[in-house]
């Protein structure tokens, strides 16, 4: 059974719109989430995190919301580039102890 | 500082035959995590390190596979005897430490067994 969730497996964007990724978790004890975003051929990149403590965090074009009750988070970046075409990958921890990664979304930036 | 070093950057080797893959993790970095990427799978970490010890191994597949740290600026992870379903992109992570969980990645060594 997955612990990490990403029910889409790819989105497609406009450029310059909002693109929004979702993840669900099933485990109440993580608590801290990150994003990580993969080119083809390289591997994942750290993008942005959030603890359980927050509910939100924002960095630039890109923030992630925290639903703690419907264990529920996603990362909006706004506006969206060509450049942000990737693999997202949403990740789980327990105290820094156990990291469990969604399967990913591709999102796809259109010009 | 170089990043996370992996090689070979491609694999490709018949069933049967043993494969080894390399890191190099940052320099100062305590934590080491191999994971392997798959379609089917995602992302799944196989075992980490902290100190050079195993902490966590409970991801690796099978006994097929084996990871060591012999000291803090390398690892291999081992798979003897490879089988075609080990194809995957294997990643090896490091960070500062277990506690801190923003990991730096390699660039990854794709496995082809056929």
Known sequence: DQQVKQNSPSLSVQEGRISILNCDYTNSMFDYFLWYKKYPAEGPTFLISISSIKDKNEDGRFTVFL???AKHLSLHIVPSQPGDSAVYFCAASDRGQNFVFGPGTRLSVLP | DAGVIQSPRHEVTEMGQEVTLRCKPISGHNSLFWYRQTMMRGLELLIYF???VPIDDSGMPEDRFSAKMP???FS??????SEPRDSAVYFCASSLSITNTEAFFGQGTRLTVV
Do not use: D, E
């Open chain 1, 67 to 69: 639903n703690k009750s």
């Open chain 2, 71 to 73: 000291n803090a600026s």
């Open chain 2, 76 to 81: 291999t992870l081992k798979i003897q005897p």
């Open chain 2, 50 to 52: 902290n100190n050079n």
